[in-house]
Nanobody, 124 residues
């Protein structure tokens, strides 16, 4: 069964940190481009961090310098380390997989596998 399962979300004060995990199963995790998306109420789902199977990373401007995406191919796990969290980072966070890096990697339509999401709430 193909599955992506996120964990690690929660509530934190502004300036705090959280680490999200996404465990993959049922497909070849190590060969896929992986990404983290988030969706705040009333807004579109946006890609914020992506990582190639070999480890090359990409970030949206809104999180660059604060968030770090990483992967452990042996453990089929994707991570998102988040520091200096802001109120505007509040959203549901999703991991996603694509067999090849989409031309527009921040667009949700390029991905065929999605997790169920984990809520991150940042308070002032």
């Amino acid at each position: 069964q193909v599955q992506l399962v996120e964990s690690g979300g929660g509530s934190v004060q502004a300036g705090g940190s959280l680490r999200l995990s996404c465990v993959a199963s049922g497909y070849s995790f190590s060969t896929h481009f992986m990404a983290w998306f988030r969706q705040a109420p009333g807004l579109e789902r946006e890609g914020i961090a992506g990582i190639e199977h070999g480890g090359i990373t990409r970030y949206a401007e809104s999180v660059a310098g604060r968030f770090t995406i990483s992967r452990d191919n042996a453990a089929n796990t994707l991570y998102l380390q988040m520091h200096s969290l802001k109120v505007e980072d509040t959203a549901i966070y999703y991991c996603a997989a694509a067999r090849f890096r989409p031309l527009w990697w921040t667009g949700a339509q390029g991905y065929n596998l999605w997790g169920q999401g984990t809520q991150v709430t940042v308070s002032s």
